[in-house]
């Protein structure tokens, strides 16, 4: 089993920056990929950002430039930095992590409101 816990959520102004971290625990072992998702209100959950054990990185087309994702294998965690945030930005941010996908282990999720 893995376990992951987010940090890092919170409020903040339109334009304004927040970094998550995640860090994961268990059978980290088994972990190749981690990542990051988020869902609003009555939205559906969107894949947001996911990175390898390798550094391979991704992130959604509507985050590109402002959004990064890295990790710190030593430390079993990966960070999710926002930048030049916006109000469509507020959701529920979910850490996750699996083998060939981040789709196995889940946190619980991190409240982030960007406020106009």
């Known amino acids: 089993q893995v376990q992951l816990v987010e940090s890092g959520g919170g409020l903040v102004q339109a334009g304004g920056s927040l970094r998550l971290s995640c860090a994961a625990s268990?059978?980290?072992?088994?972990?190749?990929?981690m990542g990051w998702y988020r869902q609003a209100p009555g939205n559906q959950r969107e894949l947001v950002a996911t990175?390898?054990?390798?550094?391979?990185?991704h992130v959604r087309d509507s985050v590109k430039g402002r959004f990064t994702i890295s990790r710190d294998n030593d430390k079993n965690t990966v960070y999710l930095q926002m930048n030049r945030l916006k109000p469509e930005d507020t959701a529920v941010y979910l850490c996750?992590?699996?083998?060939?996908?981040?789709?196995?282990?889940w946190g619980q999720g991190t409240q982030v409101t960007v406020s106009s």
């Open positions: 268990g059978s980290i072992f088994s972990i190749n990929s």
């Open positions: 996750a992590a699996g083998i060939a996908a981040p789709t196995t282990w």
């Open positions: 990175i390898t054990n390798g550094g391979s990185a």
